[in-house]
């Protein structure tokens, strides 16, 4: 077996492939969509927040029947009452309990829930983070109040004192 001289051994470089154009449609959507670069924090072309994606219609029509129950789990679940989770909704709404069962049998949509609710001042009081968002800064007023709520609950399953929970 003959030796094979040391330049045809070597790696040879690999052609230039030219890429091929795009399209009409495909190059006015890469003209449309902002890049990462681009989008500043709150700035035009700014990615939006999770909140934002999340569809606000959607939620909006959940109704308050889906939402209490899974409270009520999560709180029992660490040795917590249906009451204790009446007493939060209580005073972050101004519902009694009495309106609260009937919101649940009506299967009130939360829009409908939040917009007659009288609700409490203190609830601005209310700070930190809901699945990864803090929920001072939530713009939506329903999405808002609703992440509160569940501020709140957390703080119970927590093991926080009810009077630290209602900002007493």
């Known amino acids: ?14 052609p230039a492939v030219k890429k091929p154009e795009k399209s009409g449609k495909a190059e006015a959507k890469a ?7 681009e989008a500043g924090a709150g700035g035009a072309g ?21 939402i209490f129950p899974r ?19 209580t005073w972050l709404t101004g519902y009694p309990f009495e309106r609260i069962a009937r919101h ?3 299967r009130t949509e939360l829009e409908e829930f939040f917009a007659e609710a009288k609700l409490n001042p203190k609830r601005r009081l209310i700070t930190g983070s809901v699945g990864g968002e803090r929920v001072e800064s939530i713009e939506d007023k329903t999405v ?3 992440r509160y709520m569940d501020k709140l609950v957390d703080e119970l399953v927590q093991g926080k004192p009810m009077d630290k929970i209602l900002r007493k």
Do not use: D
């Open 144 to 146: 808002r109040e609703l």
């Open 1 to 14: 077996m003959a030796k094979r001289p040391a330049a045809a051994t070597a790696a040879r470089p690999k």
């Open 71 to 89: 409270y009520v789990a999560l709180a029992k679940e660490t040795g917590h009452t249906m009451e204790e989770v009446g007493q939060i909704v």
């Open 46 to 66: 700014a990615l939006p927040s999770k909140t934002e994606k999340m569809k606000a219609p959607k939620i909006y029509k959940e109704p308050f029947a889906r």
């Open 31 to 37: 003209k449309a969509k902002p890049k990462k670069e």
């Open 104 to 106: 649940i049998a009506r």
